[in-house]
């Protein structure tokens, strides 16, 4: 005969122990089915703004495009940045170099940054060894922290700034570390009419 010792039969607190257990792993089930269904969602609208052109890999932001990291591949040789991107038929600014954007790629030789770049992120260019040349086309220097170019050889790299903005640049504590030219092309008024800022006298690309 069969016997029940006090506390372990099949009685009303093992039928509540049961019923508690399966809801609690329904629960669960439940949290695991929303994550799942989220982060779907979410991965979903990533793909749907990150995108590539001419070899350079973007992502949409609230207000243009932000260069982000090459997922296949290293950046390599010369990337010149544009100021603008096309989208599904739509143009957005490229405002932004992301976080780590380029780190690592240690076969990058040089790099255009447009005037339209408001922000560069922490580690950007970090480890470029290769790095030779930054052409930098915004008047006054971005600002950016240590990490940004970290790891690179200062000393073999020049920076590429605007006609008499050399100064600001030289001043920064992390752009004042390369190597300063000017280039490009300033027109000023003269009593002769517009004419390039090199045809003046004093004027022309310098080194600093």
């Known amino acids: 005969m069969a016997q029940l010792v006090h506390g372990h039969g099949c ?6 122990q049961i019923k508690k257990d399966v809801f609690s792993n ?27 052109r001419d070899g350079v890999n973007y ?3 609230n207000e243009g495009a932000t260069v982000v990291p090459s997922k296949l591949k290293q950046y390599v040789g010369k990337v010149k940045i544009p100021d603008s991107v096309l989208y599904k038929g739509k143009k957005y600014a490229v405002n ?6 380029f780190k690592n ?10 005037g339209t770049v408001k922000t560069i992120g922490a ?4 480890d470029c060894k290769g790095l030779k040349a930054i052409h930098c086309q915004n008047a006054t220097p971005l600002l950016i922290d240590a990490s940004t170019f970290k790891g690179i050889y200062y000393e073999q790299v020049t920076l590429y700034v605007p006609l008499a903005s050399s ?11 390369f190597n300063i030219s000017e280039e490009g092309e300033t027109v000023v008024k003269t009593p002769m009419g517009m004419r ?11 080194s600093f």
């Not at 009685?11 to 509540?16: D, I, R, S």
């Not at 089930?29 to 793909?47: M, W």
Request: with cysteine; aromatic share 8%.
């Open 26 to 52: 329904m629960r669960f089930r439940l949290f695991l089915l929303v994550s799942a269904v989220a982060l779907l969602a979410a991965g979903l609208v990533s793909c749907d703004k990150a995108f590539v």
């Open 123 to 126: 580690g950007a260019f970090q």
């Open 96 to 101: 932004a170099i992301g976080d780590d954007a």
């Open 196 to 206: 390039p800022a090199e045809e003046l006298p004093g004027k022309g690309t310098h």
């Open 11 to 16: 009685g009303c607190g093992a039928v509540k």
């Open 59 to 61: 992502e949409l932001n």
């Open 167 to 177: 100064p600001s640049y030289s001043n920064d504590p992390e752009w004042g570390k």
């Open 105 to 114: 790629c240690k076969m990058l030789i040089s790099v255009t940054i447009p």
